[in-house]
């Protein structure tokens, strides 16, 4: 079986296809459907964004696609940037903008209400245009400078819950072990090796 991941983004394609490592299945990227269209995340929630995406690309190329949508959720800031994490700096914007902007929002929040959490929605789309949708979650804290080189997005700023490190100072098989993206991706493993697709 081939699956698309609905992504263009390189360090999210390397995360899923480490942690899914399904032997029966063929991970395809849209490099190899590179006539498939952008697709805006215009939904207000990660679900709906993910499944647009992930509908658009399994019709664009006739074959199953997996799409996720994942940010980050701040309670103090009434769980911005939520949908927007990517650009909440503005379209476009770098990983550094979008962290600067959030640190400078949360400037006067004290430690103990800068807690957080990531989220993770994946659709999986079949050609016929039915889903399946899978979702997890991690809580932490936002730091108050970036630390660490590895990762990507907020990850120099997020204090997984129990631990010192952020995100982007962990090893990836540590941060696989605790990510939301991880227990999203687990569950639809779990349910591709289920007989008869579940």
């Known amino acids: 079986m081939e699956i698309v991941l609905a992504t263009r983004n390189k360090k999210k394609v390397e995360e899923m296809r480490r942690i899914l490592r399904l032997e029966e299945m063929t991970l395809l990227t849209l490099d190899s459907f590179p006539f498939c269209p952008e697709v805006e995340e215009d939904a207000d929630s990660f679900e709906g964004n993910a499944r647009k995406k992930a509908l658009a690309i399994a019709q664009c190329t006739g074959k199953t696609a997996v799409a996720d949508d994942s940010g980050l959720e701040v309670y103090a800031l009434g769980g911005a940037p939520g949908v927007l994490s990517a650009r909440y ?8 903008a979008n962290m600067e902007k959030l640190l400078c929002a ?3 929040v004290p430690e103990e209400e800068r807690g957080a959490r990531f989220v993770c929605c994946i659709v999986l789309a079949f050609p016929g245009g039915e889903t ?3 979702s997890g979650t991690v809580e932490g804290t936002i730091g108050r400078e970036g630390r660490g080189r590895k990762g990507f997005g907020y990850d120099p700023l997020f204090y997984p819950e129990g631990h010192s490190r ?3 100072e962990m090893e990836p098989g540590e941060k696989d072990a605790l990510s939301h993206r991880k227990r999203a991706l687990e569950k639809l493993a779990e349910y591709l090796r289920a007989p008869a697709g579940g």
Do not use: H
């Open 132 to 134: 399946v949708s899978f």
């Open 166 to 168: 952020t995100f982007a």
């Open 89 to 96: 700096a503005g379209e476009g914007a770098s990983d550094e």
């Open 106 to 108: 949360l400037e006067a």
